[in-house]
């Protein structure tokens, strides 16, 4: 199984700030590789899809990059309403693992 | 516009089976792929697996080979995730989540509201 590394598990950062999360992946996954938000008792929003695809909808200050095994997701100027747990999620290979999660707060 | 309703909360003893149902709305629904995803409490995302509505093809998480069964019934556009075998660290939310793509694996573009299943004695 791939294994998808997230870092940091959790990160305090205020209001204006760029906000940068990492994941590695054990392996190449070719891009496929997605972001998502999750607020406490919500399901998970797509963010990011094949490592730097903003989903329709989704605000500009969200952006994803990398390949092969290292992957960035970058908030440009944290928002209030950013405030949540952050995914990073694999489907190059069976199971489509996620890594263990950025939970943001506000400084 | 796409939504995902699934059934509601469920309670089971240790042991027992449940059966989630995931209902499709506003696409075709043959056309798309259906994963389920849990989420023990406070704990992180665990993708289960995945059945292609289009021919039924399921791949499952090694670690539940065996206790869950995904299917579909195209002919009411719902999707389901069966577990038995009920044990108490099943005790999560359980999500659907439609792939972004047509005929393939691919992103979770929508997601259902998610299913409390509780397993205790």
């Known amino acids: 199984d791939i294994q998808m590394t997230q870092s940091p598990s959790s990160l305090s950062a205020s209001v204006g700030d760029r906000v940068t999360i990492t994941c590695q992946a054990s392996?190449?996954?070719?891009?496929?590789l997605n972001w998502y938000q999750q607020k406490p008792g919500k399901a998970p929003k797509l963010l990011i899809y094949d490592a730097s695809n903003l989903e329709t909808g989704v605000p500009s200050r969200f952006s994803g990059s990398g390949s092969g095994t290292d992957f960035t997701f970058t908030i440009s100027s944290l928002q209030p309403e950013d405030i949540a747990t952050y995914y990073c999620q694999q489907y190059d290979n069976l199971p489509y693992s996620f890594g263990q999660g950025t939970k943001l707060e506000i400084k | 516009q796409v939504q995902l309703v699934q059934s509601g909360t469920e309670v089971k003893k240790p042991g027992a089976s449940v059966k989630v149902s995931c209902k499709a709305s506003g696409y075709t629904f043959l056309s798309y792929g259906i994963s389920w995803v849990r989420q023990a409490p406070g704990q992180g995302l665990e993708w289960m697996g995945r059945?292609?509505?289009?021919?039924?093809?399921?791949n499952y998480a090694q670690k539940l080979r065996g206790r869950v069964t995904m299917t579909t019934d195209a002919s009411t556009n719902t999707a389901y995730m069966e577990l038995r075998s009920l044990r108490s660290d099943d005790t999560a939310v359980y999500y659907c989540?439609?792939?972004?793509?047509?005929?393939?694996?691919?992103?979770?573009?929508?997601w259902g509201q998610g299913t409390l299943v509780t397993v205790s004695s």
């Open positions: 392996q190449d996954i070719n891009n496929y």
């Open positions: 059945i292609s509505a289009y021919n039924g093809n399921t």
């Open positions: 989540a439609r792939d972004g793509r047509p005929y393939s694996n691919s992103w979770h573009d929508y």
